[in-house]
């Protein structure tokens, strides 16, 4: 895959992700471009790429790239999947695809008619269990399933004075919780258990209503640097916050089961905790993304197991993005380099236009549809159904 020439766009924490990870993937990539010239430069020279692209529109105009990555801020998303797609070029966008409905639904579009390649970094599904619990579904050893619980729980953001440009609305969307993390819990478990979700009842609560903003630049997940006591808190100024902190969620899924997500960036001790429980009338299941190697098996009649990751004993969807035997674990990081293989890998076999093994556009449409049903939900205290949802799997 060292034939395709990549660019990512984006310098913060995710965009040095993606860098490290398509390289892992056998990706060459000819460089990442950040918000000017500078930022660019510095951050290839501190990342070890070539200097030669200082901008995204060096980037478009560069008939050497294939594919773009874009790891902006989400306000951004729309406006730049649109210019790559119409360049002629591949497109990794990270979630969510856009700020609305309106605007995703355009990119489906403009994505189906480009006969490009076009995914959201939906980077979760990616971890070997993920895949096995799905296989388990679908050969029917979990069973029907009955209901499905989780969360999603972090604590970046417990203090007052942590801010991010997440946190307002107008960078980063009306949802931030349930849009920043909740939105991956709601993709893959969606992807694991091969049903939609139809209708939604959520509670959603800001904790800060007020923030502290820095008067100086703030990158995610910067930790001591937003410390109560420390230089930044001195250096700031109150925002008003409309966006959530944290929330419940009841769900209905295609088929009839139903389940509840809790979401939360203000949960202390957690740094970034996935978790989810499968009910089914034979098996239940349980992930914990803190712990990815170990996938929990509940049975009634018979002991409980414990699966450690091993490709030689999981489904061969599972062991295929599995590249280290039982006992090294896999992780994070690992996620990246496996959704990377499955997308230019599916470009390189020329799969472009078939059922894609990767989150596409059309997911990450869907998963807006779903926050704007979330949203309003939570205004108006009630069950919404889902756009679009015709109860399909």
Not at 12 to 40: D, M, N, Y
Not at 93 to 121: D, H, Y
Not at 238 to 267: H, K, M, Y
Not at 351 to 366: D, I, K, L, M, N
Request: glycine share 10%.
């Amino acid at each position: 895959m060292a034939t395709f020439r990549t660019v990512v766009v984006g310098t913060g924490f995710i965009g040095p992700v993606h860098v490290e990870a398509l390289r892992r993937a056998g990706v060459q990539v000819a460089g990442i471009v950040g918000s000017t010239p500078a930022k660019s430069r510095a951050a290839c020279e501190r990342l070890g790429l070539p200097t030669d692209l200082g901008t995204f529109e060096e980037a478009l105009a560069d008939p050497s790239i294939d594919c773009i990555h874009l790891a902006t801020p989400n306000r951004l998303h729309f406006d730049q999947a649109k210019a790559v797609l119409r360049a002629g070029k591949h497109v990794v966008c990270e979630k969510p695809l856009a700020m609305n409905s309106t605007e995703s639904g355009e990119l489906v579009r403009l994505a189906e008619a480009s006969g490009r390649a076009a995914a959201v970094a939906y980077n979760i599904r990616f971890y070997p269990l993920c895949h096995e619990a799905a296989a388990r579904v679908r050969n029917d050893t979990l069973g029907n399933l009955l209901h499905v619980t989780g969360s999603y729980v972090q604590d970046w953001l417990l203090k007052e004075t942590d801010f991010n440009w997440r946190v307002l609305a107008a960078d980063g969307g009306e949802l931030r919780a349930v849009a920043d993390i909740g939105t991956h819990w709601l993709d893959l478990i969606q992807f694991i258990t091969g049903r939609h979700i139809t209708s939604v009842c959520a509670d959603l609560r800001t904790v800060h209503p007020t923030r502290q903003r820095p008067t100086g630049s703030v990158e995610t997940y910067s930790g001591g640097a937003n410390s109560d006591d420390g230089p930044t808190a001195a250096a700031s100024e109150p925002v008003e916050i409309t966006t959530e902190d944290c929330g419940a969620i009841l769900l209905r899924f295609a088929g009839g089961a139903n389940g509840c997500l809790w979401v939360s960036q203000t949960t202390a001790g957690k740094k970034n905790c996935l978790r989810y429980e499968l009910a089914g009338a034979k098996q239940s299941l349980v992930w914990n993304s803190e712990s990815p190697n170990r996938l929990e098996i509940g049975s009634r009649d018979q002991p409980n197991e414990c699966m450690v990751r091993d490709p030689a004993l999981m489904d061969a969807s599972a062991a295929a993005i599995s590249s280290y035997p039982g006992g090294h674990n896999e992780g994070f990081p690992d996620t990246f380099k496996q959704l990377f293989r499955c997308f230019y890998g599916s470009i390189a076999n020329g799969e472009v236009s078939g059922p894609a093994p990767y989150p596409t556009f059309q997911e990450g449409h869907r998963e807006i549809l779903l926050c704007e049903a979330i949203l309003k939900s939570h205004r108006e205290q009630r069950w919404v159904d889902v756009a679009g949802e015709d109860g399909a799997g």
